[in-house]
C-alpha cells in the first residue's frame, strides 16, 4: 500500500530533510496510516513508538535489552555501494537517502526486500538494526542459536513482489559464492539490478 501511494517507492529510513536532522525508520513511515499505529510526526520523533504486532515474528523470543522498547523482528535490505566511484550503484532496497522503486527491480519475485532479523537491538523506531545486509545477518550478531529463529542458517524472505520465501542465506547467493566468505551480493537476491 506504501509504494502504491508513493510512486512505487518502499519506505526509506533516514533523515527528513537536512535543516531538520530528524531521522525517520521505514517502520514510522508505515506508522503513518499503514499499520494502523496512526503515528503523529512528533511520536516519529520519540524514541519508543508504539507496538504493532505485525512486526513481531512469532517464533522472535529474543529478549530486548531494554522493556521500553517495541519490538520489530524484520529489517530491509541495505542499499550498499558497489562498483567503483564512477559505476557506483546501490544494490539493495533501502539507503537513508532513499527507497527503491518497485518498477525498477526485473526479478521482483527473486529479490530480498525485508528478512528475519531477531536481535536485542532491533526496535521500532530506531535507526539501529533498521536496514541491513547480507553481511550482517552472515555474522549473525549475539547468540547464532537465538539469531537463527527457524532454522539454523534459515529465514524468513519478503522479496520485491510480496512474496515471502522460507530459505538459507546460503540460497540467497544462488550458488555464486558463500555469503560467509565474501560481501559481494551483486548478482544475488540482494541485487536490485539483476
Known sequence: MYAGDNDSRVPKSGNTAPDEGRNITWDD???QGY???????????GVWPAQSDIYICPVDDVVRSN??????????NQANASGTDSDSRYL????????KSTTEVNKSS???LMFDYPWAGNNLGA???GVRSSAHMA???GDASIFWTHEYGEANFLMVDGSAKAMSLMQTFLGLRSPY???DESDTMWDSFR
Open 29 to 31: 513511515r508505515l506508522g
Open 35 to 45: 499499520d494502523g499505529r496512526n503515528l503523529s510526526d512528533g511520536d516519529m520523533t
Open 67 to 76: 522493556a521500553n522498547r517495541k519490538i520489530r523482528s524484520y529489517t530491509m
Open 92 to 99: 539493495g532496497m533501502v539507503s537513508n537517502t532513499y527507497g
Open 110 to 112: 527473486e529479490t530480498v
Open 127 to 129: 535507526m539501529n538494526r
Open 139 to 141: 555474522a549473525a550478531e
Open 181 to 183: 566468505e565474501s560481501s
